[in-house]
Each structure stands twice: as C-alpha cells, then as structure tokens.
C-alpha cells in the first residue's frame, strides 16, 4: 500500500495556472502507475492523466489535453499535475491515486485538493 497526499489547490482565475502535487510514501513510489481524477458536484468522478512508472509515457483526458501536463519525480516521491488555461470546467475536487500496473485497479487513493476557477 502507498499513502498518497495532495496539495496545490486554491482558487484561481479563468485563464490561471497551478501544480498539484502527490506526494507519495509507504512503498517504493516508483512501482507505481499514477493517475489523476477529478470530481466535480454531482458529477461522477472522471480520468485526468496518468504516467508510468518511469515518466516516459502519459495520457489525458481529451478535455484537459495541451493544457494540463502530468510528470513525476521518483527521487522526490511526487507526482505533479501542471495545469494551465483554467477554465470553470476544471473545477472539482481533484485526486491522485497508484496501481500497480496498467491492468490492475487503482487501489491507494489520496484525499484530495480542491480547485476552483472563477472570476
């Protein structure tokens, strides 16, 4: 199991930026496939990225593509989510979660950063 904390929210304007950050401990990090969620109120929770083991390879979500950008550092045990040209869409409660590989469920789940855009 790894225990997984989110930070970098806040309120930013249309247009913004920020970084979350996932910091990550118990188990070795880089074992890990890493996602990003985000829920929005009443919504479902939806996919946001993700990034292998490694860091050399991502996936979005077609509405967060060229705008959000996924990495990870293993020496540091952090996965970040650079976002930028905000929009009030992007507000939600955003999540990072760990698997083990891409055929296996995300199992650890942070507790989540909150995030909202408005002027």
């Known amino acids: 199991q790894v225990q997984l904390v989110e930070s970098g929210g806040g309120l930013v304007q249309p247009g913004g930026s920020l970084r979350l950050s996932c910091a990550a401990s118990?188990?070795?990090?880089?074992?890990?496939?890493m996602g990003w969620f985000r829920q929005a109120p009443r919504k479902e929770r939806e996919f946001v990225a993700d990034i292998s083991w490694s860091g050399g390879s991502t996936h979005y979500a077609d509405s967060v593509k060229d705008r959000f950008t996924i990495s990870r550092d293993n020496a540091k045990n952090t996965m970040y989510l650079q976002m930028n040209s905000l929009n009030p869409e992007d507000t939600a409660t955003y999540c990072c979660a760990a698997r083990s590989s891409y055929s296996a469920p995300y199992n650890d789940w942070g507790q989540g950063t909150q995030v909202t855009v408005s002027s």
């Open positions: 118990g188990r070795p990090f880089r074992n890990y496939v």
